[in-house]
């Protein structure tokens, strides 16, 4: 809500009405850029912005169930015999260096850099799916020491957490790949620099949750 | 046009108030504005301000309306004036019902702790909720020198506070006798505290009111209060196992014999030994998805029966005994079911097809255990023996 | 994916081919404007705004035949007309087909008509996703009626509490059908809720600051938020239901350990937030409805909008107040109960300030503003019950019996759906150029208010008196005694639903009346106040020919009236067809639509696909899955405006379409 607030307070309004004098009605562009609306935010990024909102409290309900199974463990292993903080720690790492690798995309999509943003896109993507490489090689070592789906209450929270966070990177990685490969073919609609934004933004925000779902899965004991 | 409108308002608001004021049932055994304990009495001397408010506050509104509709129709005035509003009207509103709400609030938090406080109840009994039924187990304690088991109707002595632990062995249940007290859940896996306590003797009602799955509706219980005196004779009687039956040759030994083929693989009744002298017990736990059917060692002391579907009363003998003095019930209710007060009729038709009497899941499902009793496939001479063995059931 | 495209210089000199023709290689995208293709491709927001309304209403007839059907087995003690199953499926059914199925894409679809006309935009700011969501809504709503017909329907009531959601208790496909309809269902909200937001904080025409904004555009956006937060919890929820039932989770099994409150926390989080996305809609037309007929503006319309933003703040804080019952503890009880108290507050400023708006005003009682009345009476009567209850010991008396049902349908059905009818009477001039007819209109109200005082008054008594929700049957030992007995109350209140059925008979031969009468309505039947009526009826495909640049809160008010100086009246200085023909004058040309397109529907079908999927086979999951990444994959390649290539070339007497023509 807090664009609402700017909005009514600084009298936006009127500015964007002489900004649409300016362009309207010959200049119309479709792009994002330079397109009118009413808060200067374009629909795309605002829209991606609500979206990742929404996306919070999805995370934040499976993370309270977890909180709320983490030590219900029946007779399964516990997350003491399990965790392997070290190897998570690196790859949460890796996934880290993902969004500055991220970062280098969208700055070198706003040069037009179209080389050097398929380079970065190519890489991020690259750590992503290191990061879920490494996943799945965790959580196979989980189920060999018997901590199946359906084990117990924290095998459950912790699979269905985690694996929700893995299907979200992995979505990403998909839309990386995809965005590079539409970029070396130009088949890009729309403006180029916001598309990379737009992922990016996706992309960084995947990155936070993992924070979030490594310091209280992994960093806090039970 | 306008009057007849006026009119036509007044249809709803009208129905509304003669709703209220006359409408009610005389003696509905749920009614929640007729306490009959402390508990219920509570909730119902702090509910009186909000409701009556909340009336006041109706029909004020309704009346504005009326008046507004009638005095500003249009009868050709000029366009009003554009205001926008008045901060006098506004502020007013949000202080009026502020302070109309603050009066509600303060007592409502009073009553809140006050039902929740447990340290003045001395009888325990666990209460347990299953699809679709209740048991009421009574743990040895002051008064009670072994524990005793029952189902449907939970007895308690009057004028003093009983906590009932509730509990659930399957899905979420709630108990709720309306003229004691309010509801409260009964979750598996928890065990959570509801006070109870009538002030005279009698039966009242109750209704299972989370909705718990097929046979909801069939999910009856009764509170039954008796006098100090009394309930302990009750005790003394509960305590006591099953007298066997010595002629295994009349009627009622060929029902015991039945009722050790069948009945036993989920019912128990202490002291029924088999042929070698060992004690029957029940086998609930494996036949029976909740793990618990109703301990019938002193079946014929209930007046209900089926989870309390059914009246193990006949119609005549039943009135009889809700409308019996306070000074007289105790007596008639310790007198269980008389022979010719039995209701034989229903109680058959239970026997014959439970199913069908009260809907159920009488199936085995994979894991081999049902959810209710099934049909029995018994011969009309197996269930009239049947019968004569439950009538010794007292 | 923005609205009013013009060729960038971009996209006119870049890569020739990104029209979709040429990305796939193997279809034409669709440009039928007429037939049922230009309906089944359509992104236009009014066309969806209308499958919104008729499917929904559709469904409105199936929960209320539901409705009735149990109406039927109370009408007598032990009824026999439903079996206990069936009974039960009836209801959870009735509840949330009229809750997900009705009520919501309902106010989806006035908002979706109404929202970018009263802003003065051209669409919504996501045509696609737009088309997306209805067709999701649909498929959902389709795919949780298939399980009447695939083994029963979900029977643990629409708050489908666990335990008694495991399969173990409820062994029927029911509750998976319900699980996954619903998560179908939420996906249209979700991307409703971002479409609408984003549409009405970034396309507002110049001026229109957000406290000039219409009044229902602004309960829209509130109601837009809530489901923004709300729908990611249900979703939550259901997916740990479905993870259970489906792939042998215990997130409600207790013998694993787990805590059944787990689910009712999360369920009435979203639970309660939900109550006022069903309610805030109609709030919002009423108080279009009520200024118009008063010719006032909206009394107090910043405490109407802040009063209608605190109710979706405080909405978050009161959801265990549906759970006084399960044990909370006295201090959890005590806060809820003060929160929902506090509630109270917002929701009477409301109803001073309808009746306030009304006070001093000039009023025709027309059938629109009779609903918008009949509302603000009904829901007052529902509101205050909602008090009594707020009052947690005395709710743990009534939660649970009819008591409740009484105040729920007086808020939902004296609320939201008065509301809606208000709006349908309201708006039919605008989306169908036809006035709906008055006298059946008074019929149709008043069959109404008669039969849903008599339908949902009495259950107050039966509530009060002892009678539980969800049973199937009621005993003749628990009614009482006399003649007012509970037998007797729960007779009227059927009686009163069929009253309420011929209500809604009458509205439908209404309705078909008008549709086979002649385009009868001016251009602004009613004198309103806001910037929708400033097109024609119904509305051109752009909408409005320039986009108006706005003044005033209540701006096609104040083009039409002005205040005399010299006497301080108001008086009229321009008609509603003199405002249209200056519109006309200089309509601005080269207006560039977003076009139709195929993959929103087949997105949206292939989500029932994998449902069936997960019920039944998993080689379906797979081709669900196949067809949502190809059709994520088309989407992406397409742009939002069709290319000149996919369209015919122009026939010389082909008026219309021109209108469509693109990239020129």
Known sequence: ?222 | ?394 | MAIIERPTGEMLRGPVGVGPRASLGMYRRPVETTGWRSWLFTVDHKQLGLMYGITAFVFFLVGGLEALLIRLQLAQPNGKVLSADAYNQMFTMHATTMVFLFVMPMAAGFANYFVPLQVGARDVAFPRINAFGYWCFLAGGLFLNSSWLLGGAADGGWFMYAPNSSALFSPSHGVDFWALGLQITGIASLTGSINLIVTILNMRAPGMSLMKMPIFTWMILVVQFLLLFAVPVITVALFLLSFQRTFGATFFDVSAGADPLLWQHLFWIFGHPEVYILVLPSFGIVSEVLPVFSRKPLFGYPMVVFSGAAIGFVGWGVWAHHMFASGLGPVSVTVFSLSTMLIAIPTGIKIINWVMTMWGGKLRFTTAMLFAIGLIVEFTIGGLSGVTHSVSPSDTQQTDTYYIVAHFHYVLFGGAIFGIFSGFYYWWPKMFGRLLDEKLGKLNFWLMVIGMNMTFGPMHILGLQGQPRRMYRYTTDRIGEGFFNLKFWNQISSLGALILAVGIIVFIVNVVRTARGPANAPLDPWDARSLEWLTTSPPKVHNFDVIPTVSHLDEFFHLKYAENEATGEMERVATAEELMKIQEDNAEQNIHLPAPSYWPLILALALPVTAYGVIYNKILIAVGATMIVLSIFGWALEPSMADDSDLEPPAPSDGPTKELAPIV
């Open chain 2, 1 to 394: 046009m306008t009057s007849n409108r006026r009119g036509l308002w007044a249809i709803p608001g009208l129905a509304l108030v003669v709703t209220i004021l006359a409408g009610c049932a005389k003696n509905a055994p749920q009614d929640t504005w007729q306490p009959a304990g402390p508990d219920a009495r509570k909730i119902d001397d702090l509910q009186r301000f909000p409701f009556y408010a909340a009336g006041v506050v109706g029909v004020l509104v309704l009346a504005v309306v009326i008046f507004v509709v009638w005095k500003y129709r249009d009868r050709g005035q000029a366009i009003p004036h554009q205001g926008h509003g008045n901060p006098l009207v506004e502020v007013g509103t949000i202080a009026f019902s502020a302070i109309l709400l603050a009066a509600v609030a303060v007592p409502t938090v009073g009553v809140i702790f006050d039902l929740a406080e447990t340290d003045d109840c001395k009888m325990t009994v666990n209460v347990t909720g299953q699809q679709w039924w209740w048991e009421y187990s009574y743990p040895q304690q002051a008064g009670i020198d072994s524990p005793i088991v029952t189902s449907g109707q939970l007895v308690i002595p009057t004028g003093e506070c009983v906590l009932l632990r509730l509990t659930s062995r399957d899905v979420i249940h709630s108990f709720w006798i309306p003229k004691l007290n309010g509801k409260k859940d009964a979750v598996p896996g928890r065990i959570q505290l509801l006070r109870m306590e009538a002030e005279t003797p009698g039966i009242y009602a109750g209704q299972c009111s989370e909705f718990c799955g097929l046979s909801h509706a069939n999910m009856k219980m009764d509170a039954v209060a008796l006098r100090p005196a009394d309930f302990a004779t009750w005790v003394a009687a509960q305590t006591a196992p099953a007298v066997a039956v010595s002629d295994q040759e009349s009627a009622a030994g060929r029902g015991e014999a039945v009722f050790k083929g069948q009945c036993v693989l989920c019912h128990q009744v202490n002291g029924l030994v088999d042929d070698e002298g060992k004690p029957l017990i029940a086998q609930a736990d494996i036949n029976l998805v909740s793990g618990a059917a109703p301990n019938l060692t002193h079946f014929m002391s209930r007046t209900t029966f089926a989870g309390s579907t059914y009246s193990l009363l006949t119609e005549e003998c039943r009135t009889k005994l809700m409308a019996a003095l306070p000074d007289e019930f105790g007596a008639l209710y310790l007198g269980g079911v008389e022979s010719g007060c039995l209701n034989v009729v229903e109680l058959k038709e239970w026997l014959r097809n439970a199913p069908d009497k009260k809907p159920m899941y009488p199936d085995t499902n994979e894991d081999g255990k049902r959810r209710g009793m099934p049909a029995l496939g018994l011969t009309e001479n197996q269930i009239n023996d049947l019968v004569e063995y439950l009538k010794t059931l007292k």
């Open chain 1, 1 to 222: 809500m807090s664009e609402l607030a700017v909005d009514t307070s600084s009298g936006h309004d009127s500015a964007a009405l002489d900004s649409r004098h300016d362009h309207a009605p010959h200049d119309d562009h479709g792009g994002g850029h330079g397109h009118y609306t009413s808060l200067g935010l374009s629909n795309n990024k605002l829209g991606m912005w609500l979206f990742l909102g929404s996306e919070c409290l999805l995370f934040g309900g499976l993370i309270s169930t977890y909180m709320l199974y983490r030590g219900r463990t029946a007779k399964g292993p516990g997350p003491n015999q399990v965790y392997d903080i070290p190897f998570t720690s690196a790859s949460s790492f890796v996934l880290l260096m993902s969004s500055l690798t991220m970062v280098l995309a969208v700055t070198a999509a706003k040069r037009r850099d179209d080389g050097n943003t398929r380079l970065w896109l190519s890489v991020t993507a690259l750590l992503g799916a290191m990061f879920v490489g490494g996943q799945v090689y965790e959580f196979t070592g989980f189920y060999n020491e018997g901590l199946g789906f359906t084990t117990s209450l924290f095998s459950s929270s912790l699979y269905t957490l985690t694996g929700f966070h893995g299907v979200h990177v992995t979505v990403g990685i998909m839309m990386l790949m995809a965005l590079r490969g539409i970029l070396t073919k130009n088949r890009i609609v729309g403006d180029k620099a916001e598309v990379v934004e737009l992922i990016g933004l996706y992309w960084h925000f995947v990155d936070i949750i993992w924070i979030i779902i490594f310091t209280l899965v992994y960093l806090i004991p039970a």
